[in-house]
């Protein structure tokens, strides 16, 4: 679903709401005309497409995190997807404040990068690495991998986000990344690794054991690409369960 089918944004429109104007047939923006919603709300309602027509045009995606619920940024999804920056991070522990983030990959327009710490992982290149992404996307990113990152790198991270692991829970999947993976049959390289492997690995990469850097490398890049994967399969079911064409 994309952000033109959404009425949802204007103050006093809810579900039950959205619903009824979808029901009539009015699915998209430039179907909404006078009398489909009367009063002071149907007012509200172009009101908030004659903005969102600019705001759209401008690629301003803060504004529509502002107006949507955030039960349903999922919406905002489809449409900023080229503008999407899915990112994982490993560490060496669960604290901001006492551990060490080790990598970082980020997957956005296509192409997938890895920042490894002691080599380039530095604030000046995570600034530019984020510098274009509009909307992050991650998996519990925002109690996770953000904090971390603005901890370690002094970084700010505060942009529109999609934290796939409340998204899902909207669809009924519960559970780590890995396992959400198993439910909708996304499969691995290596689904023998985990995420205490990841610390395991970096410490015998800091031990000179040849191969352990380039399995955790693997290892990250393959958690943030499958990132986009399971966004395209969340969004698809919650546009089916929610749209009504």
């Known amino acids: 679903m994309r952000v033109e089918n959404s009425f949802i944004g204007v103050d006093g429109v809810g579900e039950k709401t959205e ?19 009367g009063g002071k709300r149907g007012d509200d309602i172009q009101q908030f497409i004659d903005e969102g027509r600019g705001r759209l045009d401008a690629g ?8 949507f619920p955030s039960s349903e940024r999922w919406r905002l999804y489809e449409t900023f997807r080229d503008r999407a920056c899915f990112f994982d991070i490993e560490t060496t522990g669960l604290d901001e404040h006492r551990n060490q983030v080790t990598t970082v990959s980020l997957h956005q327009a296509g192409e997938t990068e890895t920042l490894v710490a002691g080599d380039d992982l530095t604030a000046g290149n995570l600034r530019a690495a984020f510098a274009d992404a509009g909307l992050l996307v991650t998996f519990n990113g925002k109690r996770f991998d953000v904090p971390f990152l603005e901890a370690n790198f002094d970084v700010d991270l505060d942009r529109p986000h999609l934290d796939l692991m409340y998204t899902c829970k909207q669809v009924g999947l519960s559970g780590g990344l890995k396992q959400v993976e198993q439910d909708i049959g996304i499969e691995r390289d290596r689904p023998d690794i985990s995420g205490r492997d990841a610390v395991r690995l970096w410490r015998e990469h800091e031990s ?38």
């Open 19 to 37: 619903r009824s104007i979808w029901e009539q047939g009015v699915t998209h923006w430039d179907a909404f005309e006078p009398g489909v919603v």
């Open 60 to 67: 301003d995606v803060r504004y529509f995190d502002r107006q």
């Open 208 to 245: 000179g054991r040849d191969g352990a850097l380039e399995t955790l490398v693997s290892y990250n890049r393959e958690d943030t690409v499958n990132l986009r994967t399971l966004a395209d399969e969340v969004s698809g079911t919650l546009h089916d369960d929610v749209f009504v064409e």
